[in-house]
């Protein structure tokens, strides 16, 4: 079972860029999805989640409105629009997927997810 993150780089700021998660090994079509990322010298943090349905999204208070999370269930991935991009979002982000299927409420808590992917650098230059 594995997640692969890709998309990421260099981007100015006030650009976008879109990021890609693809699992293999599995389905899951019936977890929720998560973003996270972790900035140099600081903790993971949340990002976005997306329900196993597709119909519910949750977003960090410094995304909202900025970032977008959507999936394709029949391609198995899982996607992050992000937009008026800023320094701040410098980040590896990684993705990750609910441990708990066919959950009801999405969670925002490291723990709650696994497996997670990779990451993948995005760096936003001022």
């Known amino acids: 079972v594995q997640l692969q993150a890709s ?3 260099l981007v100015q700021a006030g650009g976008s860029l879109r990021l890609s998660c693809a699992a293999s090994g599995r389905t899951f079509s019936t977890n929720a999805m998560g973003w996270f990322r972790q900035a140099p010298g600081k903790d993971r943090e949340f990002v976005a ?5 597709g119909g519910s999204t949750a977003y960090g208070d410094s995304v909202k409105g900025r970032f ?3 999936r394709d269930k029949a391609k198995n991935t ?13 980040a590896v982000y990684y ?5 708990a299927p066919l ?5 925002s ?10 990451g993948t650098l995005v760096t936003v230059s001022s």
């Open 109 to 118: 808590k490291l723990k709650e997810y696994d497996p997670w992917g990779q």
């Open 7 to 9: 998309g990421g780089g």
């Open 95 to 99: 993705c990750a997927a609910d441990r």
């Open 78 to 90: 899982v996607s992050l629009e992000m937009n008026s991009l800023k320094a701040e979002d410098t």
């Open 68 to 70: 977008t999370i959507s």
């Open 103 to 107: 959950r009801i409420g999405l969670q």
């Open 49 to 53: 989640a997306i329900s196993w349905s």
